[in-house]
């Protein structure tokens, strides 16, 4: 029988109702007696690592996680981390990267209604994701809710108040629960070599959403006080560049003090292409900048994070962004 470790952070899976709305107060023995039938094929340990709403997560916080992980590595055969649905893909992403070749699940969970309400969807995520976590060839970091298993750098949450929260951006689903039967849609080759754990980040990430008219002097501002940017354009990638608001003149700028800037694009599914259009292609042939590719938004900033902390210069930055980290990317271009 595999032996896990449930670390909760709070969310709303451990809220329950007070004067100013939901808040986390409900404690892991408790979300443990809520599932009595994980006793006949697993045993779960608990802590309480955190009890915030996840709108309260930065990444100090993840830290926090991966050093719970690594402490108890060698104890358990898992680890279920429950947490609020609405920062959850960020955790998943990032923890994709801070725990690399684990060889065993680290799973992610929630849930969109308390598990103290009479009608909740927690009991099911739960139980899920202990099941998942017993799997055999269930390694690495995931995000179980509504019955899928979805990649820890491919998750995105979709709807604000469905059970169906989340969806597998540009990848397909890793597996679906139903019941005791799970069913993987895809088989990853584990990767040789000791887990790696990261114990550093740097969040001098900033995420910029194109819209008609904004001007690009955000891009002065920013670029003092960020190390890299992530700008959401349009499409497959571009930038304006015509009348007053140019901003391919802010780019050099930015690659002249060194700073990281990738292109995504606002389109969920799909990817970024700069080079299809003059407006893409202009800037991507002038300036120092990355793209997002097939990635998440939510895989792009905590990578950044991630390679920041790291350390190196553009280059080195770019060689480690378009390297594939638990399939995060799959279309990379080195060339751009």
Same mark, same amino acid.
């Given at each position: $029988?595999?032996?896990?470790?449930l ?15 939901l ?7 408790? /979300? ?6 994980a006793?006949?094929f ?14 309260n ?7 926090l $996680? ?8 060698? %104890? ?11 920062t ?6 990032a923890?994709?990267y801070?725990?690399?070749?684990? !060889? ?5 969970t929630?849930?969109q209604?308390?598990?103290s ?11 899920d994701s202990? %099941?998942f ?6 390694a ?14 491919r998750?995105?949450k $979709? ?6 929260? +989340?969806?597998?951006?540009n ?5 679906f629960i139903?019941?005791r039967?799970?069913?993987h849609?895809?088989?990853r ?5 000791p ?15 194109l819209?008609p008219g904004?001007e ?7 670029g003092? %006080?960020y ?6 354009s349009? !499409?497959?990638?571009? /930038?304006? +560049? ?8 802010? /780019?050099?700028t ?8 990738v ?6 599914l799909e990817?970024s ?6 407006v893409?292609?202009r800037?991507?042939?002038r ?7 097939d ?11 991630w390679l ?5 210069? +553009?280059?080195?930055i770019?060689?480690? +962004?378009?390297?594939?980290?638990a ?10």
């Amino acid at each position: $029988m595999k032996r896990l470790l449930l670390i909760a952070t709070g969310g709303t899976i451990a809220s329950t109702a007070t004067a100013e709305g939901l808040a986390p107060s409900i404690t892991p023995k408790e /979300l443990l007696e809520s599932v009595p039938e994980a006793a006949q094929f697993c045993e779960v340990d608990a802590i309480q690592l955190l009890n915030i709403d996840s709108t309260n997560i930065q990444p100090e916080h993840w830290l926090l $996680m991966v050093e719970a992980v690594e402490a108890n590595f060698h %104890r358990y055969d898992g680890f279920v981390i429950t947490h609020g649905t609405d920062t959850m893909a960020y955790t998943a992403a990032a923890l994709s990267y801070l725990i690399q070749r684990p !060889g065993k699940p680290i799973i992610l969970t929630g849930a969109q209604r308390p598990v103290s309400d009479p009608v909740t969807d927690a009991r099911k995520n739960l139980l899920d994701s202990f %099941r998942f976590a017993c799997q055999t060839d269930a390694a690495g970091v995931f995000l179980v809710f509504s019955g899928q298993a979805i990649l820890g750098g491919r998750a995105k949450k $979709m709807k604000s108040k469905s059970y169906a929260a +989340f969806s597998s951006i540009n990848y397909p689903v890793a597996a679906f629960i139903d019941g005791r039967r799970v069913v993987h849609y895809t088989s990853r080759t584990q990767e040789e070599g000791p887990p790696l754990f990261y114990h550093a980040l740097r969040p001098k990430v900033f995420l910029l959403k194109l819209i008609p008219g904004i001007e690009p002097d955000i891009l002065d501002y920013v670029g003092d %006080r960020y190390d890299a940017i992530v700008i959401e354009s349009y !499409g497959v990638g571009g /930038l304006p +560049f015509v009348d007053q608001r140019n901003f391919l003149e802010k /780019l050099k700028t930015l690659t002249e003090k060194g700073r990281i800037v990738v292109i995504a694009t606002q389109v969920m599914l799909e990817g970024s292409d700069m080079t299809r259009y003059e407006v893409g292609a202009r800037a991507a042939a002038r300036y120092n900048l990355l793209q997002a590719c097939d990635m998440t938004i939510e895989a792009v900033v905590t990578k950044l994070m991630w390679l920041l902390a790291q350390g190196g210069d +553009f280059q080195q930055i770019r060689r480690g +962004f378009y390297t594939p980290v638990a399939c995060d990317i799959l279309t990379a271009d080195m060339e751009h």
